[in-house]
Each structure stands twice: as structure tokens, then as C-alpha cells.
């Protein structure tokens, strides 16, 4: 079998060069990174369930016309997408205070919001992802405006469809971030929700305890990464009631 071409690895995925034209296998990675990759581990079977939680969101998202990269999942740390040109922002939709907009304002963690905030942030891991305006992303050609437009619609479309999901299986959803990316049909261009959706990029809170169910678990050593991941998971019904957290298979001599 021949080996796959890798294209890049990140923090926490490995792109390989697709089967057909315009396709790529996004691996999930175990590897665990917080604060610009300052703070590093490995958590066994976070990739797994990354991989199942973000075809979750997807396959959700493109049900009520939410276009995305997914195409269909390969195995269970694997997944087919769309080749896409990544647009280098961060997107982040805030419904609740928390991480950075705390200390930046000021502002209690966990305060509502008044409406969601989308703010932008350029991505560039040596400058730790700052925070960017529309005016930086104009005059810097990162998007047009009509893809300024376009992202905003997207990014409050997910925001919705993220809220009531999570909402209905007793979550908050505090924030979330995306990427989007370009795709060509033609001489059309659109715009497409990459990367991934997962506990990795939100904040997750159960809404009548307060308990964090995402990164945040690994940034403030609150305990297994694994078992919140596990928990949401199952409250989704993307794995069963009585499973157990995922980890690397065991090998019996």
C-alpha cells in the first residue's frame, strides 16, 4: 500500500493528500495544546472522540443548508473533507464572557452577553493569534467584504444551530471558534465551514452545575479530558449511555 502524502500537521490534526482530486483525510490527533502550545500533553482517545463529535456537528450543519468540508468519515480518528483555501482567520462567536474577553474587558466570566459577538483573530501561531478588526482584514486583503458578509452569516448560522443542539441536552454554549474557507465551482466561488467543530474549539458548560465539558478541562487541570469529552459525546447520543472513555487499543501477547 502506498503511503500517504502528508500535507501539513498542526496542533491537533495531520492533513494527508485525499483519494480523488480536491479531497484531503483530516487525522485526529491525541495531542492536547493550550496557551499558544506552552502547555502540551497527550490524552488518549481525545482524537477519537474529536473525530465523531466534529462529523456530529457537521452532518448537523449541512441538514439545515450550512455548507462544510465534510464529506464522510473514513474511521474512527479519520474523516474525508474538502480540499479548501483556508481564509487565515479565526472566527470566535461569543455568547457568554469567558477566557480572553474576561480579562480583556473585564467583564465576569460566564456574564450573558447582550446579543453574540463575532470577533476575528488572524492566524499566526508565532503571534498568538491576535485579535484583528474588519478594517485589518480589508486593507490587508485576508476577505472581501462580501466575504466579511458572507462569514458573519455563517458564523451566526452555526452559532444558532450549536446553541439549540447543545441547549436541548442541558449544555451552554458559552463560545466557539471556526475557520472558513474558500472552494471554487466553476468560475463561482463560496465559502465552506473547514476544520473542525469539536470540545477542542468551544466552551461547553452544563447548564445547571456550571461544569466545563471542553479545553478549558486541560487549561485549568479540572480533571479528565477524556471523561468530559465522554460526557458530551453521550449526551449527544454520538456514543452510548454506558460506554467508557475511549483510549489506545490494548495489545494482548
Not at 474525508?80 to 455568547?95: D, F, H, K, S, W
Not at 503571534?127 to 482584514?137: A, C, F, K, R
Not at 443542539?165 to 472558513?180: H, P, R, S, T, Y
Not at 461547553?204 to 458530551?232: C, H, M, N, P
Amino acid at each position: 500500500m502506498a503511503r500517504r502524502k502528508k500535507i501539513y500537521e498542526g496542533k491537533a490534526k495531520i492533513l494527508y493528500e485525499g483519494p480523488e482530486p480536491g479531497t484531503i483525510v483530516q487525522y485526529f490527533k491525541d495531542d492536547a495544546t493550550a496557551f499558544n502550545a506552552e502547555k502540551k500533553d497527550v490524552i488518549d482517545g481525545k482524537g477519537v472522540l474529536n473525530n465523531r463529535l466534529s462529523e456530529y456537528f457537521m452532518n448537523g450543519l449541512a441538514q439545515i443548508g450550512v455548507p462544510t468540508h465534510f464529506i464522510k468519515s473514513l474511521n474512527m480518528r479519520e474523516q474525508l473533507v474538502r480540499q479548501a483555501e483556508i481564509i487565515p482567520l479565526e472566527v470566535i462567536v461569543r455568547n457568554y464572557a469567558a477566557g480572553t474577553m474576561s480579562k480583556r474587558l473585564g467583564i465576569d466570566e460566564g456574564t450573558q452577553l447582550p446579543r453574540p459577538i463575532v470577533e476575528y483573530c488572524y492566524k499566526d501561531d508565532s503571534l498568538g493569534d491576535p485579535l484583528v478588526s474588519e478594517e485589518h482584514i480589508a486593507a490587508f486583503g485576508w476577505a472581501s467584504q462580501q466575504d466579511m458578509d458572507d462569514i458573519l452569516s455563517l458564523a451566526l448560522r452555526v452559532n444558532d444551530f450549536l446553541s439549540g443542539v447543545m441547549f436541548g441536552v442541558g449544555i451552554k454554549l458559552v463560545d466557539f471558534k471556526i475557520e472558513i474557507g474558500r472552494v471554487f465551482e466553476g468560475d463561482f466561488q463560496r465559502l465552506i465551514v473547514a476544520d473542525e467543530i469539536s470540545p477542542d474549539s468551544c466552551r461547553l458548560w452544563d447548564i445547571e452545575t456550571g461544569q466545563k465539558l471542553d479545553k478549558d478541562v486541560f487549561r485549568r487541570d479540572l480533571g479528565s479530558l477524556t471523561d468530559a469529552y465522554t460526557e458530551v459525546a453521550k449526551r449527544l447520543g454520538v456514543l452510548p449511555q454506558s460506554s467508557t472513555p475511549i483510549t489506545k487499543p490494548t495489545l494482548i501477547n
